[in-house]
């Protein structure tokens, strides 16, 4: 069956711009995860969702970072005035059973900002 | 903060030979999971060791886990160009916490 899809693939935008990030996670799996990887260095977290809600926010680096998922499934990562910092693969995953089991990852979206 | 560190950071073997990688952490654990990084893309969990188990293994994968020493390898026998990547521990601290990945270590397999 379909994995964890994530759009774009790869997103430029220029520092102080917006963006956002699509996760379409493996139908039926309630609980949906993002995380962040530099180059050289293991997913860091930063935000769980168990269904509509975010369970657990606390991997957000500060206020510029948001994320939704409405209908609990799509759930979307916002970035709002993109620093060069920000630069890095985010990564989304999901689960069907409860937290510390395994995760299903997609394949990430590169973000670069110049 | 990273609660699990793999060792070693890089490793390069021939094809055929064994590959062990480490994992040390600081905390208990409810349970600790390995998985793999192909370049460019996403992670894909390999295996799964609950803090009650000691040893696991699943085909050319062997976990171990040590609870004392607060460590565990992961031993790929056998091993294939195929098996070129990047490998994660994870820990789980229970159900309050998210899953925590080390930095990870490189692997190498050369023909």
């Known amino acids: 069956g379909a994995g964890v899809s994530q759009t774009p693939s790869n997103k430029v935008t220029e520092k102080g711009k917006y963006v956002e990030l699509r996760c379409d996670p493996i139908?039926?799996?309630?609980?949906l995860y993002w995380y962040r990887q530099s180059l050289g260095q293991g997913p860091e977290f930063l935000i769980y969702?168990?269904?509509?809600?975010?369970?657990?926010d606390s991997g957000l680096p500060n206020d510029r970072f948001f994320a939704v998922r409405p209908e609990g499934s799509v759930s979307t990562l916002k970035i709002q005035r993109t620093e060069r910092g920000d630069s890095a693969v985010y990564l989304c995953?999901?689960?069907?059973?409860?937290?510390?089991?395994?995760?299903?990852f997609g394949n990430g979206t590169r973000l670069t900002v110049t | 903060s990273q609660q699990g560190e793999e060792d070693p950071q890089a490793l390069s073997i021939q094809e055929g030979e064994n590959a062990t990688m480490n994992c040390s952490y600081k905390?208990?654990?409810?349970?600790l999971q390995w998985y793999r990084q192909n370049s460019g893309r996403g992670l894909v969990h390999l295996i799964l060791?609950?803090?009650?188990?000691r040893e696991k293994h699943s085909g050319r994968l062997r976990v171990t886990l040590d609870t004392s020493k607060k460590s565990s390898s992961l031993l790929i026998t056998a091993s294939r160009a195929a098996d070129t990547a990047s490998y994660f521990c994870?820990?789980?601290?229970?159900?309050?916490?998210?899953?925590?990945f080390g930095k990870g270590t490189m692997l190498l397999v050369s023909p």
């Open positions: 060791i609950r803090s009650n188990e």
């Open positions: 995953a999901s689960s069907s059973l409860a937290r510390g089991s395994p995760l299903h």
């Open positions: 994870a820990t789980d601290l229970g159900s309050y916490s998210t899953l925590t």
């Open positions: 905390t208990s654990i409810n349970n």
């Open positions: 139908s039926g799996h309630t609980a």
């Open positions: 969702f168990q269904g509509t809600g975010a369970a657990d």
